[in-house]
């Protein structure tokens, strides 16, 4: 009888009938209250809350034991709890069982001084070391017996605890009372042995599969009949009728033409032909037909380690493993090999599951009878099986079972497994645990006779290739090669078409592990040469387990050639030096590389990819290192003759030691070529090269010096080092200015504060926002007659990088600063600095009248002389393209003075900017 727990509709609009349809079987069978896969489905769709809620009930039910049967045809409604919501598990099944101790469980446990504690009692907690060590967090597995040990503290038995109780149940010992506890379960899958499986224990967990006989179909011949079985018979012929009997209790088919028929015992097929002789003898002319309707139901008994042994009733259709299916399958210590049938006290047979697993085997498979007995024995000789196997899992042999049965069960080998090495472990009565090293490619180590509780781990083949080489780099295919007998280098590079275009040839690494004692070393050839000389010495031989490196000369080679270098430097120890050497200065690929057997200077500059342009060929220097008597180091220069020891000359190439450093200098005065830019008003402007030591009146001379238009006051010369030095100058004034305005805000400030902060914070953003210009202040006219009027004092150095603007005549006049409206006027030679201002609307409240200041063209400046706004400070000459600078008033808003020089630079920053951007445009 099925029934369904309907999920209360007030739970939600949406949850329309989650059904959790529950098995139930008469005579006290047990209700299986496991949703199925479809049910789960169904629940996980549901928001957390309700999920949650349907989760609670679920749990509700399965806590009704078996002795306690819920009467499902009464009114009894079911209760769900909505105290709990906040579950995000996604799977129905998962959620069930509560994380609690178990055996081998794991689990952090996080100790620490409470309140109470004093200083003394913490005092004497340290001097206990046992105790000592507790405080803190940290990790602890279970025994078997489920038992924490706290060594030299307490063992504590923990099993079936969540993490609230465990800590309550260490907080209740004498030796941990007092502290303050808290435990976090943690779930950790188990791996290697640990975390295999029983094969075949899952078969009965599928709900969505069965093993229930079909009830509809044709009956098979050899099927017994007895009472209950329903008969369908079809007369035809002389005499046309439809019967449908049931067979009685006594085994007897009544036919009103035929009359009483006994088929008790008999199978179905020798009913028909019995029946066909009665209507052939009885009924002249008459032919019949029988077909079986409604099967019966019989009664039999599943006994032993099965998870829930009992008596169920089952379709007379039925076999041995659908009623272990209805049974809930066997326990963990039941047997999947020898599953016996009895009938009648009588063993009939037995049931290897294995053999309907692993060979799809249903011929011990037996159909029951009404009273049969299903008795599932204790589990045999079991062994775990891990590993490069194709089925690891824990398996069950008979006795006196090998190894390679055992290796067959699971599988066999994987593709990539190593039988020769692998390993069996056992627990000997005497000894303990035990290893045994097995070599599963020879025929006495497979036939190995297995023990209960063995464990076989097959390992996977090693990852690194024996006889094989590794190209890598800057080549066309780079990966594994095989190695051949007698293989050199240009069998790996035949020719330069098995690299990629700016190979270096001249240096190819090769690292070569020795096979004896697995040590580093590393060797370079020239595979150009190899190629033109292939019975030279660099043509080497490459032997097994070789890496071959080809660089680029275009990229660094260090992220290569570092790995190695620290391979070999773990080699290194007392009396043993790292066998490195570097080379720096002007070489293509400074760094550091392998010091090869007989390597000399040649070789070490071979490896940096050889000279650069600009290299002092005729000297440079060695740095060489030795250690004297264990207790110092001496070094020692050498100067070496690069030219001819690139020219063979044995004596200037030097063969180096560990550590030796060569350096190669830069030929006297050179560098790379220096350009100024002259833009504006010169007769030929553009981009030029110069001579180190050439001034700007040169250059100006050698570009035709300045056009007619030009406005040489108003010139502007940029210097790449000036504008750093400005931008390191604004950020440290802005630095400076910040912690003062942090100190100001944290005052208590009246009116006159409060403007103060406000105008700083202004003036702090402005230098901020300051662009880094790099203007040096010069006479442009003076230097274009340098060499006419013996003016070179006034004459600049050029650098590399460095600009000169020259524009156009200007005829404005700027005001900036403190003026009612800043803005540049229409210059005239009549007009005073004042009236300019005057022509900007005056000054504002906050100006300081005594020290406004003019920026000429050229970006010099020109301070009033006199402090009062009144005095000869009216008088200054004004210029085409000066600018009047009107600065704020710093003594009126607070005593800090670097304020004006943070103002100056705002305001003369910004007309540099503003004269260098009438060029961009």
């Known amino acids: 009888?099925?029934?369904?727990?309907?999920?209360?509709?007030?739970?939600?609009?949406?949850?329309?009938?989650?059904?959790?349809?529950?098995?139930?079987?008469?005579?006290?069978?047990?209700?299986?209250?496991?949703?199925?896969?479809?049910?789960?489905?169904?629940?996980?769709?549901?928001?957390?809350?309700?999920?949650?809620?349907?989760?609670?009930?679920?749990?509700?039910?399965?806590?009704?034991?078996?002795?306690?049967?819920?009467?499902?045809?009464?009114?009894?409604?079911?209760?769900?709890?909505?105290?709990?919501?906040?579950?995000?598990?996604?799977?129905?099944?998962?959620?069930?069982?509560?994380?609690?101790?178990?055996?081998?469980?794991?689990?952090?446990?996080?100790?620490?001084?409470?309140?109470?504690?004093?200083?003394?009692?913490?005092?004497?907690?340290?001097?206990?070391?046992?105790?000592?060590?507790?405080?803190?967090?940290?990790?602890?597995?279970?025994?078997?017996?489920?038992?924490?040990?706290?060594?030299?503290?307490?063992?504590?038995?923990?099993?079936?605890?969540?993490?609230?109780?465990?800590?309550?149940?260490?907080?209740?010992?004498?030796?941990?009372?007092?502290?303050?506890?808290?435990?976090?379960?943690?779930?950790?899958?188990?791996?290697?042995?640990?975390?295999?499986?029983?094969?075949?224990?899952?078969?009965?967990?599928?709900?969505?599969?069965?093993?229930?006989?079909?009830?509809?179909?044709?009956?098979?011949?050899?099927?017994?009949?007895?009472?209950?079985?329903?008969?369908?018979?079809?007369?035809?012929?002389?005499?046309?009728?439809?019967?449908?009997?049931?067979?009685?209790?006594?085994?007897?088919?009544?036919?009103?033409?035929?009359?009483?028929?006994?088929?008790?015992?008999?199978?179905?097929?020798?009913?028909?032909?019995?029946?066909?002789?009665?209507?052939?003898?009885?009924?002249?002319?008459?032919?019949?037909?029988?077909?079986?309707?409604?099967?019966?139901?019989?009664?039999?008994?599943?006994?032993?380690?099965?998870?829930?042994?009992?008596?169920?009733?089952?379709?007379?259709?039925?076999?041995?493993?659908?009623?272990?299916?209805?049974?809930?399958?066997?326990?963990?210590?039941?047997?999947?090999?020898?599953?016996?049938?009895?009938?009648?006290?009588?063993?009939?047979?037995?049931?290897?599951?294995?053999?309907?697993?692993?060979?799809?085997?249903?011929?011990?498979?037996?159909?029951?009878?009404?009273?049969?007995?299903?008795?599932?024995?204790?589990?045999?000789?079991?062994?775990?099986?891990?590993?490069?196997?194709?089925?690891?899992?824990?398996?069950?042999?008979?006795?006196?079972?090998?190894?390679?049965?055992?290796?067959?069960?699971?599988?066999?080998?994987?593709?990539?497994?190593?039988?020769?090495?692998?390993?069996?472990?056992?627990?000997?009565?005497?000894?303990?645990?035990?290893?045994?090293?097995?070599?599963?490619?020879?025929?006495?180590?497979?036939?190995?006779?297995?023990?209960?509780?063995?464990?076989?781990?097959?390992?996977?083949?090693?990852?690194?290739?024996?006889?094989?080489?590794?190209?890598?780099?800057?080549?066309?295919?780079?990966g594994m090669r095989q190695h051949r007998t007698g293989m050199r280098l240009v069998d790996v590079f035949t020719s330069s078409h098995d690299l990629l275009p700016g190979a270096d040839t001249g240096y190819v690494l090769i690292r070569r592990e020795n096979l004896s004692d697995r040590s580093v070393s590393a060797i370079s050839a020239d595979v150009g040469d190899a190629w033109q000389n292939p019975t030279g010495q660099s043509n080497v031989r490459i032997r097994p387990r070789d890496r071959v490196y080809v660089f680029n000369l275009a990229l660094g080679r260090q992220r290569s050639i570092e790995p190695i270098l620290e391979e070999i430097r773990l080699q290194a120890r007392k009396g043993v030096p790292v066998q490195e050497v570097e080379v720096s200065g002007l070489v293509r690929a400074p760094g550091a590389y392998p010091l090869e057997p007989g390597m000399r200077v040649s070789d070490l500059l071979r490896a940096g990819a050889g000279l650069a342009e600009g290299a002092y060929a005729i000297e440079a220097e060695l740095t060489r290192q030795q250690v004297i008597d264990g207790t110092f180091v001496e070094k020692k220069i050498m100067q070496v003759n690069i030219s001819s020891a690139l020219n063979g000359d044995l004596l200037a190439d030097i063969e180096l030691t560990a550590h030796d450093h060569l350096s190669i200098n830069v030929i006297p005065e050179w560098d790379d070529n220096w350009s100024v830019i002259l833009e504006g008003e010169v007769k030929f402007p553009g981009e030029y090269q110069i001579l180190q030591g050439e001034t700007l009146s040169q250059l100006l001379s050698r570009a035709g010096g300045l056009s007619k238009h030009a406005f040489p006051e108003g010139a502007i010369f940029l210097r790449d080092s000036l504008k750093k030095r400005e931008q390191d100058q604004n950020e440290l004034l802005a630095a400076r200015m910040e912690a003062d305005l942090t100190s100001l805000s944290l005052e208590s400030l009246d009116t006159t504060g409060a403007e103060t902060l406000k105008t700083g914070e202004a003036l702090l953003k402005q230098l901020r926002n300051t662009e880094a210009v790099g203007r040096l202040v010069i006479d442009v006219e003076t230097i274009a007659h340098a060499d006419q009027k013996d003016m070179s004092k006034f004459d600049v150095n050029l650098r590399d990088g460095d600009v000169l603007m020259v524009p156009t005549a200007s005829q404005e006049v700027t005001v900036i600063g403190e003026a009612q409206q800043p803005t540049s006027h229409l210059y005239n030679s009549g007009l005073s600095r004042n009236d300019y201002i005057d022509l900007s609307g005056g000054l504002t409240r906050r100006a300081d009248k005594k020290l406004i200041y003019i920026v000429r063209a050229s970006g010099a400046v020109v301070a009033s002389r006199r402090s009062k706004w009144f005095g000869r400070g009216h008088k200054q000459e004004i210029r085409p393209g000066d600018t009047i600078v009107i600065p704020l008033e710093t003594d009126r808003i607070r005593p800090l003075t670097f304020w004006t020089n943070v103002a100056q630079i705002v305001y003369q920053g910004a007309i540099a900017v503003a004269a260098v951007r009438t060029f961009d445009n």
């Open 1 to 478: 009888m099925e029934f369904a727990l309907i999920v209360s509709r007030s739970l939600a609009a949406f949850i329309v009938m989650t059904a959790f349809h529950i098995a139930c079987f008469q005579n006290n069978a047990f209700a299986q209250s496991v949703p199925t896969a479809e049910q789960m489905h169904l629940i996980n769709q549901l928001p957390p809350a309700q999920r949650q809620q349907a989760l609670d009930a679920i749990r509700q039910l399965q806590s009704r034991t078996p002795t306690e049967p819920r009467d499902f045809n009464s009114n009894e409604s079911l209760t769900i709890p909505v105290t709990r919501q906040n579950t995000s598990e996604k799977n129905v099944q998962d959620l069930l069982p509560e994380l609690i101790a178990r055996p081998r469980s794991s689990l952090v446990v996080t100790l620490e001084y409470s309140e109470d504690h004093t200083e003394a009692e913490k005092a004497e907690i340290e001097q206990d070391a046992a105790l000592s060590r507790l405080i803190g967090s940290h990790f602890f597995e279970l025994d078997d017996r489920g038992v924490l040990v706290l060594p030299g503290v307490v063992d504590v038995s923990l099993l079936g605890l969540e993490d609230e109780g465990i800590a309550r149940r260490l907080t209740a010992e004498a030796e941990l009372s007092g502290f303050e506890i808290s435990v976090v379960l943690l779930a950790v899958e188990p791996t290697g042995f640990d975390g295999l499986k029983p094969f075949g224990y899952d078969l009965f967990d599928q709900n969505e599969v069965g093993f229930d006989p079909p009830m509809a179909g044709p009956v098979p011949p050899d099927y017994i009949l007895g009472p209950g079985d329903s008969l369908r018979v079809q007369l035809f012929g002389n005499v046309n009728n439809v019967y449908e009997v049931n067979v009685s209790r006594d085994g007897i088919v009544s036919l009103p033409e035929l009359g009483p028929m006994n088929v008790t015992g008999i199978t179905f097929s020798e009913f028909r032909g019995d029946l066909k002789n009665r209507v052939t003898e009885s009924l002249i002319g008459t032919q019949v037909s029988a077909t079986i309707g409604q099967v019966r139901t019989i009664r039999v008994f599943v006994l032993g380690d099965a998870k829930r042994p009992g008596s169920y009733v089952v379709s007379s259709l039925a076999t041995i493993s659908s009623a272990l299916y209805r049974s809930g399958g066997l326990s963990e210590i039941g047997s999947m090999r020898s599953i016996e049938l009895k009938r009648q006290g009588t063993l009939v047979s037995r049931l290897d599951l294995y053999d309907l697993l692993l060979r799809g085997d249903t011929s011990g498979d037996r159909r029951l009878q009404s009273g049969d007995v299903i008795f599932v024995p204790p589990i045999g000789i079991i062994m775990s099986v891990d590993g490069a196997v194709k089925r690891p899992a824990i398996y069950e042999l008979d006795r006196g079972a090998t190894v390679q049965e055992a290796v067959q069960l699971a599988g066999g080998f994987q593709a990539a497994a190593s039988p020769v090495s692998a390993t069996l472990e056992r627990i000997d009565p005497r000894r303990g645990r035990i290893v045994l090293s097995l070599n599963l490619g020879l025929s006495v180590d497979r036939k190995t006779v297995v023990s209960t509780g063995d464990a076989l781990f097959v390992p996977s083949v090693l990852p690194e290739v024996s006889d094989a080489i590794e190209v890598h780099g800057h080549v066309q295919r780079s």
